[in-house]
């Protein structure tokens, strides 16, 4: 709706307050002339509720003046005038002010005088809204002239807009109305700015915005009550059938107009035909109109035929404004008629006697629901047949029977067919006979079968003979009869042949050609030369001329003309009776004798002809029964005399306007008016003939009786043109009474409009297949035509059409639908054409049109492409779909129809089953389509996989061909288009990690792992779910019993291990990590969860035990999870957090669903154990254990551990019952199967005690034992012990060694944050895997500190003694500053028997920033408490309480005892149900605890910081050397087997036992008095000592020193060397070799090879550390195996080396031969060194330092291993003789030094770096690198 927006109002208030004095803004003179005088007041209010005074000045031009200025007193609420004065001189405009000063301040009150301006007010903004484009919107606005003066003014505006006035001028204060037109010209948003310049010379000027938006309109047309479908009504025909419409009535029908456009659209409706044809039958009453916006509008349409029979079919054109859019609607409808029909043909009086008569009844029947008249054309005055109804109107659906009575008065027989005329129909006729007999004249009984001999003998040409000639040629064989006894011509003399064939006649033309009207002659037995006599006006009654008949008998017999009447009768003929001879005419007279005057007379004279030997039935035979000839004469006249009025007819015509159809020139149409006599006279009628012959009309007069009169009009065309002729009905012989019936029609040739001029041109169409396309046609004549399309045969295979033939309306259009089917790549031009016919004279080939069709296509070879020939749409969840499109390239030139086919290939487990049981998997949108040429097509795929496997789909097209039973395959085979594959997928997620603290910080990540069976939980995750696991995809609510059905038969422990009532809860962290590829919803469901809310009465109100125990768990959140569901997208992870409160005592259970959806269904029974604080328990996850396979026949089987915990508060001792080992010993020839090393034992709360077995099979089976294991004071627990044996020669390699004594998958790497960790081991499992015994290996870990503001320390122990003797971690403690790191090295010493190990190790990290806030709190509060101590106070009740921290522990000695313990005294003897307190209670017992009696606050003692615990797991497997050559061969070469290590034991490097870990917390008086002592003794005596004082001061001076300085220094080898040559020139013996142990080989035969076989690998050393050097600091003593070794060797060497210096001795010198000698026990030195152990063992150290301090120094930046290396030219090599002379000192003592120089570097760094791990010695390490590098 357009709108106008005025100029806001400006809200300016006339007056203003100062200081509490109301006045005014300001005084204004306008409408001033220089001159005059003009005075104005300014109004001063008080309006404060105390008096004022106030002070004036005068204003400062002389052209304004007031009152003196004088001190005004206003009081509270009164008021006073100042008068100003203006009197200007000249017009200007004046300004100036009145200054006012009040005890608050000053204000001003301005005063001016202005000039008079133009001014002119008009909206700011005009929006029209939405208009149509090429529509237009008006609105109006004022125009006002606010100023005092005349203003012009002038519009400037723009397209689409337009304002009038354009221009005009205003008076001053008038206004005017501005008429604004929006008019736009396209579907966009108009916005502009137009001026409007008003002033005398136009130079002000002012802004109107006009906003406006154009829309496109957009009209559609459908059906009453039909939806239209915009893409079939846009220039496209929507049809509005009428249906069925009777004839002379009109219906009217509304086309629906849909404006989708939100505005307005004027449309107009054209009707082409309208003003073109002469036979419209539909009309529309509306040519124009508006549709309102998104509404429909309904137009009516009326339809009113005037032909039965005939369809019609019209066009309208419904067009929008701007001609954007033309619908076209197409009006269809069908004239129907009445059904009327009589229910017998023939009616047989039979034979009657001179004065009887017969009777007959006649039904005419209606079947139609349309009203007729009818009317049947014989006078019942003087015919012998009379009808009881001779005229009337029958209604729809009616029956209504007719009495005719038969009266004859002459003996003959009687035969007349009598037309009935129907009302818009053809004629109807029945046959009337009847015979009369006398006892003189006994004529032959006509019987109907006669008629139909009689109709037979006639069409053959024997009517025309007598019967008696007929009898005679029969007799002498002229004729003969035929099967059916009727006349005909012998075999030999067959002229039937010959004779032109019978004309059947339609009823109409029946009716018409009678002999006078009609224009088809046939053949007439007898004729009478008029029909019609017409006295016309008789004035003299008593002289009235008779009018002649002749009669002409055309036979070949003599016949007898019968007259019915008499003289009586006002009409009558005579003679009555005469004969006529054969080929003669006779002449009768007609009497006309009226019976009164100003009467109107008619009658219908009948009379009879015959052969006159019919009157005798003796000269008649059957087979030439000739029937009689029925004459009638129309007579009429009247008796009006001269001067007199006839009567007034009072009539009604159903039509005034006959409009015949259009024919062919000499066809006959026929039509038929009804004249109603709506009066009680007579009517007398006469209509000419038209002269032209055209039309013509049957009766042309008559005299109407009775109501109804009948007329037939008869058009029969003779030229092609349109025929207009009026008659002129004269009416009761007067001119005034005339009626005009125009009669309209025309004759026409059939007449074909072909689209495009008659070519059809075919789009490019694949060889093969088949294009469709349409083509129109309109018939532009009114004949309904018959076509029928020809082809050529040899095109025929190219090209067919649909339909073939048919009919086509006038003024209709029709589409038909070509095919083109190409067999090659060529162009085709192919010339059909069309033969019409019109529908009335099909066949006849000389009426026929042609018109021909050229039609062009070409033929193309096409294929079909996929974008992508192969795609991958990864996983896919089962039972779910995914949609992907598809798009199908159609490159060639034709459009192509094809079909797309699938088939499925499953690539899995059970994929063979799953092919025969599974449907399709890939359902296509579109599988039959069409592919425009050189264009795309989106197919949209869903695959939706129903099992866990790979599903391969190879979509295939095949070309199909269209054509009227559809489309069909074009060949049988399949062309590849694009394969695709999906993988059907479970959500799938794994439990990554898991951490826990609480209650449970002391158990290790493999423990946890085990009592959350997070193995089985993963592997079950894995697997596919069931059926019954998916009956509920989603989490859903669908149990209605507390305990809710289960679905999975997965069941899994979720063991929260045990802890003492009241401690803080077990808190478990769990990482979930979506390890598939598709997203995964997860939940865990408490079983409220699952249970439906009911209502209160469909609830039991009874549960059991469970029930109860379940519902009290949930209540009190003894168990929750957080998150309880969450979603996770693939590869990505999710922290759980799992907490159980252990705030009752006892074994808690809560059943929990795993819920995956669309996935797995997992019951986690949630198991928690609390136990009192006095109560022994050991908490036992599960009763059965298994041991790691052991196979059978080992040396020496390895020990396995079982693991006992303690979750209570006090130690527990266990005992274990070993009877039923026994049993099991006794079983297997008193070998020990199962061997327990430590049955007893004690437990500390909280930790884990390793009871040790043996599990030795003796055969490949599975060996179970039931142990009872007791703990004393507590229960007894079963535990059965199951071992599986194998025979490792039958397995082979299918049985892997483990290393660990359950196979597990615990991860090693931290991924679960704990609240509060500062510090991160990168790696929480190391596993060293199977090592041989006597052997070290070393791995590498990282202690990160994360915190970016906390420093922190860490320190590392073992929680078992033993377990220090295999474990050795260095650096033992350190200190990490934020951000930093430090690497550490774990060392493990397989030592002992073999065994798995799985070790738990514990670092311990303090927060050292916390800690000294600690240390500093403690100090502040220890120094509190000695100031208390030593402090009285003095209470003065004035002085102020000061704010003073009392130290609880004070409180407590003085006997004031904290409400804490009170409270804990109070309840302690309560059942473990705490009490529940209110927040009230609570804030009071915080403040109670935390203040004394006397109200001051409490300051209590600083706790010390917890400490943050670490879990490193260890695992390893030692195996002897034997068996690890034996099942590890490729593996022996990895380690340094020192088997002198079984020699010693080792000693734990660790810094801390288990067993003191810490230090005592205090310290008795004694203790401490004792150390003060002797502490300040030492010190004492340090100070008085004058060479100490001397040593500090030369420390700074003396060199580094290293720790082997510090060691007794060792021999070498050359010492070695001379120390047994000594022995040999005294001749002692040397010392007996040792015994070799067990597992120890002789040293003497495998020294060369042991030495020999150890090898290092450089990975494995640079991911270990070495091991820690020994406190002795220097290399182990010479064993005796060693000397004997040595001394053995030089023996060996004396024998030949002194036959050799015999046979030489001329040849060499003495000196040669002691060079010599020392050169050969060189060599001897060296390869003996190389077998010694404690040669490898050193070498072993100072690879394992080098690489370890190459990867800390590469991790602290110091050295760059990625960098490239340097090539260093190195030079010149000394030649020969130098070395040679530079004699054997130089080159003896050179290595040994470089040798010691490097290892003690190498120690030196590894002790400082053991002391500073941060990095203090990083040149140390810089050098031992670069040495070993040269």
Known sequence: MPVAVAHRPRVNGSKTNHYGIEVAKGLTWKGWEPGGEYTKHVILKNVKVKTQKLKYSNPNTRFFTTLYPEPIVLSAGTSFSLPVTFRPLERNKYEDCIEFETMDGKFEVPIQAVLPQHNLSLPEHLNFGMCASHDHVQVTFELNNTSELTTKFVWLFDEPFTLEPSEGTLPPKSKCTILATFKPTAAVVYETVIECCYGNDLSHKKNLQLEGIGKLPHLLVSAPGKNPKALQNVNIESVISFGDVAIGTTIEKIVELHNLAPVNVPFTISHPTRDTRIDTVFECLETHGVAPPSSVYKIPVIFSPHTVGEESADYLHVQAIGNMSKTVVKLVGKCKGPQVSLASEVLDFGRIHPGDSSTRSLDIINESDVPAAFQFMIDGVESVFHFSIECGSIQPHTTQTIIIQFAPSHPINYYRRVTCLVQNQYPLFVDLIGTLHTELNKPAVLQPKHLNQYRTNMARGFSVFPPEQLNEMVKTGKLQRDPDGYLMHPPSEMLEELLPPAVSLEPMSEYFNDGHHGDIMTPAHVSIDVCQVDFDQCDHQGFIEQKTLNITNHTKGKITIVWMGNDSHVFSVTPTTCDIPPLKMSSFRVTFKPGGPNRFFGSELEGYAFYKSMRDYRLVQDETFCPPWCLTVSATGHTFQPGHETFLPSYTLDVNKVVFPACDVGDSLYKTVLVTNTGTTPIHYTLEDDPNGIFKVKPTHGLIRDKYQLLIFKMTPKEKKTLRHQFQCRLNENDKHLQVIEMLGSSEQPKILMDAEGVLYFKPTCVGTSSRRGYKIRNTSRIPLHFEWRIHYADSKYIKVEPMKGTILPNESQSHLWTFTPVDDRKYVLKPHMNVDDIRHIGEVARRQQFSLRAAGEGSAGELKADESFIDLSDVVVNTAIHKDIVVVNNSNCSLHYTLHVDQLLEGSYAEEAMTVDRLALELDITQDILPARSRRIIRATVRPVRRLTYNFRIAYQLLTPDSGGNHPLSEGHYPLCEMTANGVYPVVQVTDAR??????????????????????????????????????????????????????????????????????????????????????????????????????????????????????????????????????????????????????????????????????????????????????????????????????????????????????????????????????????????????????????????????????????????????????????????????????????????????????????????????????????????????????????????HSPNHTVSFEWYVTSAADSQMVEIEPVSAVLEPGESCMCKVSFTATGEPSFYDLDVICEVTDETIMANYRRDLAAWEAEKTRQQYEFTINDPNAPKPNVRLCRQIAQENGRQSPVSEEFKRYQTLPPIKHMETEKEQKDRQYRERHTDTGTPLWEKPEVPESFLLHLGITARTHTIAEYQSNFPNAVQKYFIDRSMSERSLSSSLGKPAASKKLPDTLTEEEEDLVTGIAANIIRALLDDHDFHEALREIPHEPVPYFTQFGEKPQTLSQMGMKIMDIEKTGSPLPPLPAPEKDMPDVRTHTRATVAEVSFDVNSLTGSRRQSVKSEGHMPAESPVSKHIIAESIASLELPARSLAQSSLALHTEEDYQQSLREERKRIEQQTLKRLSEFGNVLESVLENTIFNIVNESGQGEVNLTARPRIIALPPSTPPNQSTRRGSSGSEAAPSRLTRTKVGSIKANNSMRSRSPAGSVRSGGGESHHSSAR
Request: charged share 20%; with cysteine; net charge negative.
């Open 996 to 1345: 826990c603290y609480g209650s449970a910080s002391g158990i290790s990540k493999a423990r946890l792992w085990g009592l959350f069976s997070l193995d089985g939980l993963n592997t079950s995750l894995d697997c596919d779910p069931s059926i019954e696991e998916l009956t509920y995809p989603k989490p859903t609510r669908h149990s209605t019993t507390r305990k809710a059905p289960v679905n999975t038969r997965t069941v899994m422990d979720f063991n929260f291990s045990a802890a003492p009532a009241g401690c803080e809860p077990c808190v478990v962290h769990l990482m979930l990590k979506n390890t598939g590829s598709v997203a995964t919803e997860w939940s865990f469901l408490f079983p409220e969860d699952l249970h439906l809310e009911l209502e209160y009465w469909a609830e039991t109100g009874e549960f059991d035990g469970d029930e109860l125990h379940e519902m009290r768990i949930m209540d009190n959140k003894l168990f929750t999870v957080e998150p309880k569901q969450g979603w996770l997208a693939p590869g990505h992870c999710q922290t759980l957090t799992l907490s159980y409160s252990h705030d009752f005592s006892g074994t808690d259970r809560l059943p929990v669903l795993f819920k995956l959806s669309q996935g797995r269904e997992i019951l986690l029974n949630f198991v928690g154990v609390t136990v009192d604080a006095d109560h022994k328990y050991v908490h036992f996850p599960s009763s059965k254990h298994m041991f790691s396979p052991v196979p059978v026949g080992l040396e020496t089987d390895p020990k396995q551990i079982y693991e006992l915990y303690n979750g209570g508060a006090v130690p527990v001792q266990y005992q274990l019952d070993l009877t039923a080992l026994q049993y099991v010993q006794e079983e297997n020839f008193n070998h020990k199967i199962f061997e327990c090393l430590n049955p007893t034992g004690e437990i500390a709360p909280g930790t884990t005690a390793n009871v040790e077995w043996v599990f030795s099979p003796l055969e490949s089976k599975t060996y179970m034992v039931n142990v009872p294991i007791h703990i004393i004071g507590g229960d007894t627990a079963l535990i059965t012990f199951t071992g599986i044996g194998y025979d490792k020669r039958v397995m082979g390699d299918t049985v892997q060694m483990n290393s660990q004594l359950q196979p597990s998958t615990v991860p090693s790497v931290q991924s679960v944050p704990i609240p509060g960790q500062l510090v991160y081991l990168s790696e929480e499992r190391v596993s060293f895997g199977n090592m041989p015994l006597f052997s070290q290996s070393r791995r590498m870990i990282y202690v990160t500190n």
